[in-house]
């Protein structure tokens, strides 16, 4: 997370044209809120000397920001803080976790629920909301409060991924991130042993691929099993999504977070859906008004123009 940068590391990353990517979750109090060392210290300041390192030596860097059940409350707080601290590519993660239940006479919080984590394909009653999972409804008016300050003044100027990813998906393109993309699997991941997985949300031994001393990396991210994991993100969709005219925008989302039932009572409706539609309806104009540009070969950015001259009319807020 940045804590252990210094100079000598900032100038190898510097020489080799590095993107190094560092988690920060805003502000002082949104980031110590969860972010603590293993002796409980906040990890702010280290995290942000970092960054200052960085900045010093002229490395590129992206902030990746978890979106939780506190700072997703101060959406506008927490993205101007991005900006004041020279952040030019964030990524948003809307935490979500599911925990098994604890007895009854133990009550569950956010400090004493990180090892009875449910595995992805636990379900039912023996599960609930982890504390910390960011509520559906406001992580959908969260990217509405950004979305509306970025599209007014930082388009081009300011990259978040999500955005970014969005707007691909409204011209037809591969979106950068694979949580909106129709299928996923090239994602893998490789634990310490060697042991390679589908994807760091699926590290449990059904999705266990191989390992790296025994098979190639080649063979493993295009084996049947992963093909087929990649291609279940849309084949396994419920009716809701499949009726959905916001499909294209979000093609379910991750699988990981699908463990709601849909209207008509099927499984694996995803969590974020009431969020996700919420936000992809409300930028809708704006996308819609990018992708005309980008096809005429015009910059994205001259949505500002179009917003402002809009705003001028009375027709936009």
Not at 160 to 176: C, H, K, M, R
Not at 271 to 277: F, K, M, R
Request: charged content about 25%; some cysteine; overall charge negative.
């Amino acid at each position: 997370n940045g804590t252990l940068l210094n100079d000598e590391w900032c100038a190898f990353f510097k020489e080799n044209n590095f993107l190094v990517g560092i988690s920060i979750d805003g502000p002082q109090d949104f980031h110590d809120e969860y972010r603590c060392d293993k002796m409980g210290r906040p990890s702010f300041y280290r995290v942000m000397k970092g960054i200052e390192l960085l900045q010093k030596h002229g490395v590129e860097f992206n902030c990746m920001a978890v979106v939780n059940d506190y700072n997703v409350d101060y959406p506008l707080e927490f993205y101007r803080f991005f900006k004041e601290i020279g952040c030019q590519f964030l990524q948003f993660t809307p935490i979500v976790e599911r925990i098994r239940k604890s007895p009854s006479h133990k009550q569950t919080t956010a400090k004493n629920s990180g090892l009875r984590l449910a595995t992805v394909n636990e379900t039912g009653d023996e599960t609930e909301l982890a504390p910390f999972t960011v509520p559906a409804r406001k992580w959908g008016q969260f990217l509405c409060s950004i979305f509306d300050e970025w599209v007014k003044q930082d388009v081009g100027k300011i990259f978040i991924q999500l955005f970014d990813s969005t707007l691909a998906n409204w011209v037809g393109e591969q979106p950068g991130v694979c949580t909106l993309a129709r299928r996923c699997g090239h994602a893998g991941v490789m634990e310490f042993n060697g042991d390679v997985y589908s994807c760091d949300h699926f590290v449990f031994p059904e999705y266990r691929l191989g390992n790296i001393y025994t098979q190639t990396l080649t063979a493993m991210m295009y084996s049947p099993e992963q093909q087929k994991f990649g291609n279940d993100k849309y084949d396994a969709l419920p009716q809701q999504c499949l009726e959905c005219d916001m499909l294209f925008a979000c093609h379910g989302e991750c699988p990981k977070n699908r463990f709601i039932k849909d209207k008509q009572g099927n499984e694996g409706l995803n969590y974020l859906c009431e969020g996700y539609y919420r936000f992809f309806t409300h930028v809708a104009p704006y996308m819609d008004f990018m992708k005309q540009e980008l096809l005429a070969k015009r910059p994205p950015a001259n949505v500002m123009s179009w917003l402002s001259n809009r705003r001028a009319k009375g027709l936009a807020p």
